[in-house]
């Protein structure tokens, strides 16, 4: 008899505790991935001089349809999204780890959902036009420093687990 509690996670029957467990590491490993994210763009930053990107601001002002009313405003609405997408990705980073895929391809698969959701996002909101349509050094960054969050991410993921 099946139980409504019970799913099949990584080949053994498990309790749904296992998924809010799992979602719960993902959020650890999401806060351990956005610092590391944070880093790699103040250092690229400071060696570039390309300025702080304001796009989680503009997700954010978008999204909850809120236009920040001063400069600081709008810099603690970019902090705020920054980390709570990152937090959130890593919930995602989370739920791929309760499902039967070894941490490696879970690990692999992570990178192309940050990336993709985020492109798809931004021009979606009007934010940004299709990524092939952005410059090469845009793109290279872009995909540098969400690979950096999904690298850092799976690996304290899979540390904690």
Not at 1 to 30: E, F, P, Q, T
Not at 107 to 127: K, Q
């Amino acid at each position: 008899m099946y139980h409504w509690d019970k799913c099949l996670l990584n080949g053994k029957v498990s309790r749904m505790g296992s998924v809010v467990g799992a979602v719960g590491r993902g959020i650890v490993a999401g806060v351990a991935g956005t610092a590391a994210l944070t880093l790699s763009e103040k250092l690229e930053q400071s060696l570039t001089k390309r300025p702080t990107s304001m796009v989680p601001a503009q997700v954010g002002a978008k999204v909850a349809n809120v236009e920040p009313k001063s400069g600081a405003g709008a810099e603690k609405l970019n902090w705020a999204v920054h980390w709570g997408h990152g937090v959130t990705m890593g919930a995602v980073r989370g739920l791929l780890g309760a499902t039967a895929l070894s941490a490696p391809v879970a690990s692999i698969l992570h990178l192309p959902l940050v990336w993709g959701g985020d492109a798809a996002l931004y021009t979606t909101l009007g934010i940004a036009p299709a990524p092939w349509k952005w410059g090469g050094q845009e793109l290279a960054t872009d995909l540098w420093h969400k690979g950096v969050l999904s690298v850092a991410t799976s690996l304290v993921f899979i540390a904690l687990d």
